[in-house]
């Protein structure tokens, strides 16, 4: 019996700016699902026949449902919970490719993919073949160099960006106000976790310094400061609205001793959290 699907794993990481992780193809059977799940890298699929739903949560978790066909596509990002099945009636063949690097959100964007948008939609459909061909080069190849594998994941994008009918993502500013916005993202979606600067630099893919003159320059402050003013602001709103325990709001506010959060919080309020946490209860300023 021939098989149904194909699968294999990327065996070379070293490339920065765009790289592999895994890749297939699957003729699904009826109703065949995967998750609800999360990734911990960009992951795609583009739908050769058949239909299908994706459902996707945003970092709020509110769950949006998409119904898929032929010639879509559809984006999951980096620890986003998902859940995706195949249609009873015509189940889809479609194929993947689990990807990530330096580059990635800046060419997603650019064939207008992200979080508010995860679905991909073809403005001709001459480009479907270009895109087919140059995913099945992948994963028929897996002994190919890694060389030749990356040089058709680019042309993939390519692909995928010149044949995309969504509207790009409209970058203002220069590519230094780029990295700012990318380090800002990656700070109010990880403050809750025990992240440093060189976490938010490595994700930039810039050195620590630099980036930290490039957020000087462009929001007058250090990226340490910005971190610890977001952390405060949402633990302020714990504080207000919760009657967690201030250990545990510190917690969730990326700080795992008290003493230090604490000391974070005077620094930014004046004012220790519990004496905050009274104020606010008795309505004072």
Request: aromatic fraction near 16%; include cysteine; proline fraction near 4%.
């Amino acid at each position: 019996m021939e098989k149904n699907y194909k699968f294999d794993v990327f065996q070379n990481d070293k490339n920065i700016d765009l790289t592999l992780f895994q890749y297939g193809w699957e003729h699904c059977v009826p109703l065949h699902s995967y998750g609800p799940a999360k990734r911990n890298h960009y992951l795609f699929h583009y739908i050769f026949s058949g239909k299908g739903t994706l459902d996707a949560n945003d970092w709020e978790g509110q769950t949006h449902h998409y119904k898929l066909e032929a010639n879509q596509g559809f984006l999951i990002l980096p620890g986003q919970i998902t859940t995706y099945c195949a249609d009873q009636q015509l189940p889809w063949e479609y194929a993947w490719l689990e990807f990530d690097g330096v580059k990635t959100r800046e060419f997603l964007e650019m064939a207008g993919l992200r979080l508010e948008q995860p679905v991909y939609r073809l403005k001709r459909k001459e480009y479907a073949a270009f895109i087919k061909d140059e995913l099945m080069e992948i994963i028929d190849n897996p002994y190919h160099s890694p060389i030749n594998q990356i040089g058709h994941l680019y042309l993939f994008f390519d692909g995928l960006i010149r044949g995309s009918a969504l509207k790009p993502l409209n970058f203002q500013g220069n590519l230094k106000d780029f990295y700012v916005r990318e380090a800002v993202n990656f700070m109010e979606l990880n403050y809750m976790e025990d992240i440093t600067m060189e976490d938010v630099a490595d994700y930039c893919g810039l050195n620590r310094s630099y980036l930290g003159r490039l957020f000087r320059e462009s929001m007058n402050q250090t990226p340490q400061h910005f971190l610890m003013y977001y952390r405060m602001k949402q633990a302020a709103e714990l504080l207000k609205l919760t009657d967690k325990p201030v250990s545990e709001i510190g917690k969730a506010c990326g700080y795992g001793n008290q003493l230090h959060f604490s000391r974070a919080f005077k620094n930014i309020f004046g004012i220790s959290p519990n004496f905050y946490r009274r104020k606010e209860r008795r309505g004072e300023s």
